[in-house]
């Protein structure tokens, strides 16, 4: 039987594809393995936000090269987000590799990876000298409706928690971002297709779901129509939000553009929505965010999460913040520092900016040192880190209803949680009393980021 190994880079979405990707490979009756070094198939998912994401995919690849000298035959390839954008040039930046295939196309990467090991291994048992040139196989064509391939999962897995992609694409062109490009247009896929798959899932034992899209606010604005002045997305929700055995829903990433008062009202009415969104912000300063393209305000930001705390007190907001963008002056960089001071964001993750291809932000006159860069990531790090900290140990002693997730990566002997709030709770006990449950937790002591509790459980 042979052996696929798949390396993944970047978002949750890449994450969910290479996991459609893997049940292609098994159920063309290869095992998925986590050991590059007995691999027939190497592929590695690529993630273009930043360029330091993409340096990473070509240093993994290139040093994976070694692994043809004792097994000649193993077949590379590049998806995703970079296979897309770059295409054939990859080849000459990477001699060694087989396949490349774009956003549109994970389906047929099994087919086509396949169809080149078959290939070797007939031809090896001819002819052992063999060289594998003329294999080469790039397919970043779009594909009308791809979005609906990315629909099944993995089998063997007793993860109580699981994504699912509601659509693909961005409309938007915020001006530094190049997943408009990698990823085309906004597509929906429709809500029975996504209510069926959730169905199977809970049908399995998984209790939490996120719903994925680039904007997955805006799901379904083009194809589906309001009922009763909702939005399809708030439709969405509730459709899965009737699934027995599902417990908790989440979806990401929300944007300021289309979140309107039927979305803040489902907190309400939809207890399985858990008190948590990742709402990316970007910058404080609206001369940044108009230089971003970002539709919104500052001011319009700040509502929303109001409107989300005032639905749900106990809500936990996470951002993305952007630091060092072109023209950003100290004025703009202390406007999203005392933003994320009044928001008190639960966490956050900072970028530097990074100059894109084909983005009109890398054309931008006053691009920053990496020196500024780096001293602004420190700076709103810092604070944003104090918070969040803070945040956290003002949790001890209180109990919380966590979904236990299972081992904790770092210490198999404990088990891993997460609270409505997405927060980590570390917890000791039996894992098949507690693994897939719901329960409550009480939480005893914290260290930086990470919550320890007691279950409260029979
Ligand atoms: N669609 C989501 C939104 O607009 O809210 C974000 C998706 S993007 C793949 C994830 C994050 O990467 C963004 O929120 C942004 O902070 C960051 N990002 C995107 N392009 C970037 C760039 N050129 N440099 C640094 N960070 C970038
Ligand atoms: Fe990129 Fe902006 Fe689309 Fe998000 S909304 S994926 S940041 S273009």
């Known amino acids: 039987m042979p052996n696929v190994f798949i390396k993944t880079y970047g978002c949750q979405m890449n994450q969910r594809d290479s996991e459609q990707v893997a049940r292609m490979f098994t159920e063309g009756g290869y095992t998925v393995t986590n050991d590059e070094f007995e691999a027939d198939a190497i592929l590695v998912n690529t993630c273009s936000v930043r360029d330091q994401a993409e340096q990473k995919a070509l240093g993994k690849m290139g040093s994976m090269v070694r692994h043809r000298q004792k097994r000649p035959h193993v077949v590379y390839g ?55 040139k003329g294999d080469h196989i790039c397919d970043v064509e779009e594909e009308k409706d791809s979005q609906n391939t990315i629909k099944d999962h993995v089998n063997n897995t007793t993860d109580p928690t699981a994504f699912v992609s509601i659509m693909q694409g961005c409309n938007m062109k915020c001006s530094y971002c190049i997943v408009p490009d990698t990823r085309g247009r906004e597509r929906g896929r429709p809500i029975a297709e996504i209510v069926e798959e959730c169905k199977t899932l809970a049908s399995r034992g998984v209790k939490e779901v996120t719903l994925l899209g680039q904007i997955v606010n805006l799901y379904g604005r083009t194809e589906f129509p309001k009922v009763d002045g909702k939005s399809p997305f708030v439709q969405l929700l509730e459709a899965v939000h009737e699934i027995e055995g599902i417990d908790r829903i989440r979806f990401t990433s929300p944007h300021p553009i289309g979140y309107r008062d039927d979305l803040v009202e489902a907190f309400t009415y939809l207890p399985k929505l858990c008190s948590h969104i990742h709402f990316p912000m970007q910058s404080g300063s609206d001369k940044i965010l108009k230089a971003m393209r970002r539709p919104y305000k500052n001011e319009k930001f700040v509502e929303i999460i109001k409107k989300m705390k005032a639905a749900r007190p106990d809500m936990a907001i996470t951002t993305d913040i952007i630091v060092g963008f072109p023209g950003e002056t100290e004025e703009d960089f202390m406007d999203t520092l005392n933003t994320v001071k009044e928001l008190e964001f639960d966490n956050c993750f900072v970028f530097r900016y990074s100059q894109r291809r084909n983005t009109p932000a890398a054309e931008m006159l006053e691009q920053h040192t990496e020196k500024t860069k780096e001293d602004r990531n420190q700076r709103l790090l810092a604070v944003v880190n104090e918070i969040a900290q803070r945040k956290n140990h003002a949790l001890i002693g209180t109990v919380q209803e966590v979904l236990c997730t299972g081992p904790s990566k770092n210490n198999p002997n404990t088990l891993n949680s997460r609270t409505p709030q997405n927060k980590i709770v570390i917890l000791e006990g039996n894992p098949d009393r507690l693994v897939g449950k719901v329960f409550k937790a009480k939480i005893t002591e914290c260290t930086g980021f990470t919550l320890y509790g007691t279950p409260l459980i029979d």
């Open 78 to 132: 590049f998806m995703g987000c970079m296979a897309q954008s770059r295409g054939q040039e990859l080849f000459q930046n990477v001699p060694h590799l087989d396949v490349v295939v774009g956003t549109q196309k994970y389906h047929k990467v099994f087919e086509y990876v396949d169809g080149i090991l078959q290939n070797r291994l007939e031809r090896r048992m001819d002819d052992l000298k063999l060289t594998y």
